[in-house]
């Protein structure tokens, strides 16, 4: 059974900065093509960013690209969403969500930023940010 586990988040003041960092169990994460999802209560799943499995390729939505960084650390097989200057307005449930459609199968970095595009999802991660 693969498993996407989380780690990281919580409570941050304005201003401050949090790292969400994602790995998996049975397959290698450092093989697949990796999301960043957000959720808040009655809003639809957003997309925050992905990074392609060689670590050559990350996108960021635009309101987000100049707080939010997407990387990863293959020899440590985890994928990473550094956040800084954070906003009352980004608090929210992060999702780390991994596309198993092919091992290290490179794909436009546009053509994975819904939902539907991944097959495993991490158990999300609240991020709270009070002014």
Request: charged share 20%; with cysteine; aromatic share 10%.
């Amino acid at each position: 059974q693969v498993y996407v586990l989380q780690s990281g988040g919580g409570p941050v003041q304005a201003g401050g900065s949090q790292t969400l960092s994602c790995t998996t169990t049975v397959l290698n994460i450092s093989d697949y093509n990796v999301g960043w999802f957000r959720q808040s209560p009655g809003r639809e799943r957003e997309f925050v960013g992905n990074i392609g499995w060689a670590g050559d390729t990350t996108y960021v939505v635009d309101s987000m690209k100049a707080r939010f960084t997407v990387s990863r650390d293959s020899t440590e097989r985890t994928v990473t969403l550094h956040m800084s200057n954070l906003k009352p307005e980004d608090t929210s449930t992060y999702y780390c969500a991994v596309r198993a459609r092919g091992r290290r199968r490179t794909i436009s970095i546009m053509s994975f930023t819904t939902p539907r595009e991944f097959d495993y999802w991490g158990q999300g991660t609240q991020v709270t940010v009070s002014s």
